[in-house]
């Protein structure tokens, strides 16, 4: 079974640019979840979507943003970029929460804003 | 607020030499308490899941078990392909919806194991 997919997997932006990254789940999941991982604060939630719907949302500023497909399929998008923007950026997918909560990390995409 | 305190922060092993890894939690209403291994520049790799106080599993030389307050990750006999960041995330119970996918990550144990 393929593992979950994010792309790209570099990309390399400068200030006030926006970005839009991608996020195949693994096949049969319906949860995705958006992390950001930097050496400084670790790996902090963004937001998860399910069904097509935000349903949490982490504490980041209204630049970042995202959405789910009818195939469970999601994006994130970040608008006016930041220097502090640079890091990892991971996407997780699941099972509905009523069958397991355990969450599978795609490899990352690791975006560098200059 | 959830908070997941991991110890310690680095351990350096040699082959062979067994050890254990910590993870401090406060949490609303446990939900579930997971493993993850990390190698430089990938996402994490799932190891386990934890629900309840009590609860023991088992992979090859990992043994990941839980307490109300904390879990340990004891390594038997590593080996050097066993280095790499461990980061312990508990989810908490559903609150109003506001567990939904989230999961509240420590900032790992960096594991290296000399041959």
């Known amino acids: 079974k393929a593992g979950v997919t994010q792309t790209p997997r570099y990309l390399i932006k400068t200030r006030g640019q926006q970005v839009t990254l991608s996020c195949s789940p693994i096949?049969?999941?319906?949860?995705v979840s958006w992390y950001q991982q930097t050496p400084g604060q670790g790996l902090q939630f963004l937001f998860e979507y399910f069904s097509e719907t935000q349903r949490n949302k982490g504490n980041f500023p209204g630049r970042f943003s995202g959405r789910q497909f009818s195939n469970s399929r999601s994006e994130m998008n970040v608008s006016t970029l930041e220097l502090g923007d640079s890091a990892l950026y991971l996407c997780?997918?699941?099972?509905?929460?009523?069958?397991?909560?355990?969450?599978?990390f795609g490899p990352g995409t690791r975006l560098t804003v200059l | 607020e959830d908070q997941v305190t991991q110890s310690p922060e680095a351990l350096r092993l040699q082959e062979g030499e067994s050890s254990s890894l910590n993870c401090s939690y406060t949490v609303s209403g446990l939900r579930g308490l997971f493993w993850y291994r990390q190698d430089p520049g990938k996402g994490p790799e799932f190891l386990f899941t934890?629900?309840?106080a009590g609860e023991e599993k088992e992979k090859e030389r990992l043994k990941a078990t839980l307490t109300k307050k904390e879990s340990f990750l004891h390594i038997t006999a590593p080996k050097p392909e066993d280095s790499a960041t461990y980061l312990c995330?508990?989810?908490?119970?559903?609150?109003?919806?506001?567990?939904?996918?989230?999961?509240?990550f420590g900032q790992g144990t960096i594991l290296t194991v000399h041959p």
């Open positions: 995330a508990v989810q908490a119970g559903n609150a109003g919806g506001t567990s939904y996918g989230k999961l509240t």
């Open positions: 997780a997918s699941s099972l509905d929460f009523r069958v397991s909560d355990t969450q599978y």
């Open positions: 096949s049969g999941h319906r949860s």
């Open positions: 934890l629900y309840s």
